[in-house]
Structures are given as C-alpha cells and as structure tokens.
C-alpha cells in the first residue's frame, strides 16, 4: 500500500510541477500592481502579497511570496506552503527545511546526517562554496529564481521518478488500482517528454548566469542531467540536458571548480561514445568544450582516452559536418591554444609530452585526410579544420608531419585559385561590356558567390609553402606572381 501512495503522490507533485512549469510570469506582474485577487469562478478574494505567519499556509494561484520566507511543497496536495523564518528549522511532519535563495528544498530528518557529512567532505576536499569567491548577482530578482528552482526541482523528481527501484515498482504495480495505472500510464507516455523539455528549456535560459551555472554544478544537480544525456530515450532530452551542462561550466570558474567530483568530462565522453544522433552528438561536443577548460578537465580527458572517442564518428560513411567542425575548434581552443596559454605541458600532473605529441599527431593526420577527401560542403566547416590544422603545424610543427595525398591536395586547390581569378575576371568584362541594365547586379551575385571560397583558397596559397611545403619554393611562386601582375 505504501508503494500506491508513493507513486500517486509522486504523480501529483510531476503535474504541480507542470502546471509551474507552463506558467508565464506575465500574471504576477499584472496581479502585483493591485491589493488582492479575486478568482475567476468566483471565490473568496485574497491578498496578492502573502501575509507570512509563524504557522505554514498555502500560498493561493498567483499569489506573490515575499523574500525571507521557508517555503514547501505539500506532497499530500501538490501545492506550496510557506511560513516565516524562525529559530528552529524543523517541522513536526516534514522535518528539517533547507532554505535555499528564492524558495526552498524538503528534506527528511533521516537526510540530516547526510547533508551534514556532504558539507564536511566540501570542506576538507578542496571545492565548494569554502574554495571560491563569487558575490551573487544582485539584479537576479527572487522571481527568477524561484521560477528556475521550481523548473530544476520538476527536472530532478522527474528523473528520481523514472528511476524508482524496479522491485518496490514492481510490488505497487501489482496493488494498483486499475485507474491509476491508466493515470500513470497516460502521463508518462503521453505528457512527460513534453514538461520535462518546458523545464529543460526554462532552466537553459537562467544556466548562462553565472549564479545559477554555480547552482546547476552541484553535484546533487549535474549528476541527474548526465544521466539524462547518457539515458534518456528521448534526443530532445539529451539535447537539451547536454546544452545546460555546456551553458552552466563555460566560462564559469567557480562552476568548474565545484563540478570536479562529478567527473563530468569521464561521464560526457561516455555519453558520446554511444550517441547516434548527430544533433546530440554536437551538444555533447559543446558541453566538453565547456567542462575540459583547466588543468583537471584535460587530465580527466587524456585520462579517459577522450582523443579517440571524439574521432571515433569524426569520419562516417555521410559526413556529419557540423560534428567535424567541432571537432577542429575543439582541438584548436581546447588543446593548442589553451595549452599554450596555460604552459601547461610542462605541468608535472597533465598529459606528458609523448602523450601530446601522439594526440596532436592524429588529430594533424585526421584533419589532413578530411580536407583532402574534399567532400564537406559547408565552407565553414572546412575554415574551422584548416584553422585547427594551421595551428597545429605552427605551434608543433615536429608533431604535424605533412602527408603526400595532403601536398597534391592543396597544389590543386591553388590551381583551382587561378583559375577562378582569371574566370572572374573574364566574367567581369563581359558582364560590364553587356548593355542590360541588370549587369551590375549580376557582377555583385557574381562577386558575393565566388568572395569566401576566394578567401580560402588565398589562405591556402599564402600557407601552402610555408607551412606544409618548402619555403624557398614559395618565395618563388611569389616572385612569379608578382612578374604575373
């Protein structure tokens, strides 16, 4: 029997939590401006602003929470209460009250001792509150975050709802009525996806302040949005809890810092290593680019052989071109800038240097083969792998070797450049000889077209020599262009 009121409570709270989640802010603006609420079916009025007592109340539709108060989610009816603060956090039947910023958390008393052995191990481990400094936004107002704690708390008691153990699932199934189950099963296969991608969308949009990044690393928190990239049968979950990580660790130091326990570069290249779907596949590669900033992040990423899970679907069969374009801006900002930045391959704990000389090497190689394919399409694709290229054989030029196929590729691609010059040119003359009116458009089509691919080919004539072939060859070349014009 107790597994029936677990799984209907649990119900409810998932479509409390909905309803939150697909409510706009737009009637707490409007109802703000006025002394109280009148109820459309003509109920009791009440005042907009809740009038806080030492005793929980329910807090009404619409109704406005002042700042400073315990807040609570009553499992028995699915909605919130709230009281004044007082010296003692317990509640005869809740137990203790975690405040947090904008609203607050339920715990049980049994949790106590956990929550307390989790603040010690943040403590003595080095990351935490206790090991950054941050000052909290002060324009976030306590809308916002009680909108983006109600969001993650629908999020989290979705995925604690998914995954509730299989035996006591199994016992309820067995007690349930006949109506319930239809409840349940008509909610999850039918509503869950749908609020679960509104409270991932919500939470998407508060991850990029600093503030609520730093609340999302928790390891509470992020361990539940890895899991949902690495579990969820849903691409659009995947996708978006992906997205989140990436948004909340990018850029946000404190964030990184309190994320190291969770291992969440490990758990992202995991995740990556079985996705199928491309878009998903794109989102993981940002949140890496996110996450492996600093010493730690790459130590975890040499330590997990991360080089050759992200090759292992940088070449298929159809080109997944927007994954390979990652791929190189991935390795130029993660790896030959950062790493020249930070001097960090003479660091004693980072990858040594016949580890980077290995990894540079094959990615050097991969990115060669893929230009000399010449298949990708999209012309920024290409830019951003001859970028990561270039750099590599700049900055490392020993690890970089130049292969044949890539030579004769490149000799081409610079005939294909004077070729389209002196077509241009051609079509210019004739296009300004022409006595129709629309000739100047047609110059302008013309130039607007052939401008990039241009562009790149120049890079590849001005680098050809210098980089990938002899220098003394290209002085020459530049010498006969010169005679040439």
């Known amino acids: 029997?107790?597994?029936?009121?677990?799984?209907?409570?649990?119900?409810?709270?998932?479509?409390?939590?909905?309803?939150?989640?697909?409510?706009?802010?737009?009637?707490?603006?409007?109802?703000?401006?006025?002394?109280?609420?009148?109820?459309?079916?003509g109920g009791l009025c009440y005042p907009t602003v809740l009038e806080a007592t030492d005793n929980w109340q329910e807090v009404r539709p619409d109704q406005i929470i002042p700042g400073g108060l315990h807040v609570r989610l009553n499992f028995e009816t699915g909605r919130r209460e709230a009281k004044l603060l007082s010296n003692d956090d317990y509640d005869e039947d809740a137990g203790i009250v975690a405040v947090a910023q904008g609203g607050s958390v339920e715990v049980t008393s049994d949790e106590r001792d956990q929550c307390d052995q989790r603040n010690a191990e943040r403590e003595t481990s080095g990351w935490g509150p206790s090991s950054y400094s941050h000052k909290p936004n002060p324009h976030i107002s306590l809308s916002e975050h009680e909108e983006f704690?109600?969001?993650?708390?629908?999020?989290?008691?979705?995925?604690?709802?998914?995954?509730t153990d299989a035996s006591e699932s199994n016992v309820a199934k067995n007690e349930e009525s006949s109506a319930l189950q239809s409840v349940e099963s008509s909610f999850l296969d039918e509503s869950e996806n749908e609020y679960l991608i509104a409270a991932l969308k919500n939470v998407e949009d508060f991850s990029h302040e600093i503030d609520f990044g730093i609340k999302l690393a928790e390891?509470?928190?992020i361990s539940v949005l890895v899991t949902l990239v690495h579990t969820h049968t849903s691409p659009s979950v995947r996708a978006l809890s992906a997205r989140i990580i990436g948004s909340s660790l990018r850029n946000n130091a404190p964030a990184l810092q309190i994320a190291i326990p969770s291992q969440v570069v490990t758990?992202?290249?995991?995740?990556?290593?079985?996705?199928?779907?491309?878009?998903?596949?794109?989102?993981i590669m940002f949140?890496?680019?996110s996450s492996i900033h600093g010493k730690l992040g790459r130590q975890e990423f040499w330590r997990h052989k991360g080089g050759d899970t992200l090759r292992k679907y940088f070449f298929s069969d159809i080109p997944?071109?927007?994954?390979?374009?990652?791929?190189?801006?991935?390795?130029?900002?993660?790896?030959?800038?950062?790493?020249?930045?930070?001097?960090?391959?003479?660091?004693p704990s980072d990858a040594t240097q016949s580890e980077v000389e290995v990894e540079l090497g094959l990615w050097c190689s991969a990115f060669q083969d893929a230009l000399s394919r010449d298949n990708i399409a999209s012309m920024d694709v290409r830019e951003k792998i001859f970028s990561a290229l270039s750099a590599i054989k700049s900055r490392y030029p020993t690890y970089c070797p130049v292969q044949e196929s890539f030579r004769h590729w490149i000799a081409e691609k610079v005939e294909q450049r004077a070729a389209l010059r002196r077509q241009k040119y051609e079509t210019h003359e004739e296009l300004r000889s022409s006595t129709f009116s629309t000739r100047d458009e047609e110059v302008n089509d013309l130039d607007a077209t052939s401008g990039r691919e241009m562009v790149f080919l120049d890079k590849l004539s001005n680098v050809r020599h210098s980089l990938f072939g002899n220098p003394k060859a290209g002085r020459k070349t530049l010498d006969s262009y010169h005679d040439e014009l």
């Open 1 to 41: 029997m107790r597994g029936i009121l677990v799984r209907a409570r649990t119900v409810t709270l998932l479509v409390a939590f909905a309803l939150r989640v697909i409510a706009t802010s737009d009637t707490e603006s409007s109802q703000a401006e006025t002394d109280v609420i009148c109820p459309s079916d």
């Open 149 to 163: 704690e109600n969001n993650l708390a629908f999020i989290i008691n979705s995925f604690t709802f998914d995954r």
């Open 219 to 221: 390891p509470e928190v």
């Open 267 to 283: 758990n992202l290249l995991d995740s990556l290593d079985k996705e199928q779907d491309p878009t998903v596949r794109s989102r």
């Open 287 to 289: 949140a890496l680019a």
């Open 320 to 347: 997944d071109e927007d994954y390979m374009g990652r791929c190189g801006t991935f390795v130029e900002d993660s790896f030959v800038n950062d790493m020249m930045n930070s001097h960090s391959l003479h660091g």
